[in-house]
């Protein structure tokens, strides 16, 4: 995800996207509404860093919730017997 504001604007509106890929097209889509500059100066002296602040956090809670854990024991002391089965059943 990434900050987005007009730069040329005076009182820019500050938006997290996210960039969207689709095959060998690429596009982004408003995630969050952070706020406009006038609004984000009364919370805080730099409303840019706010943004980037804001930003970090909606990757931190991304990459949380898109982590997933797989654990596989594998004993190579046992032996295995062969027979004639197939590996996967393709439905034939």
């Known amino acids: 995800m990434k900050l987005w ?3 040329k604007s ?3 509106t500050y938006f997290v996207q996210l960039g969207i890929r689709n095959g060998k097209k690429t596009t ?3 995630i969050a509404r952070i706020g406009r500059h006038s609004e984000l100066l009364r919370i805080t002296d730099d409303p840019l ?3 980037r602040e804001q930003v970090a956090k909606y990757n931190e809670e991304a990459k949380n919730n898109n982590q997933v854990s797989l654990e596989l024991k594998i004993n190579f002391a046992e032996k295995l017997k062969a027979d004639n089965s197939t590996a996967s059943s393709t439905g034939l």
């Open 10 to 12: 005076k009182d820019p």
């Open 28 to 30: 982004t889509k408003n």
């Open 5 to 7: 504001y007009d730069r």
């Open 49 to 51: 860093s706010y943004a």
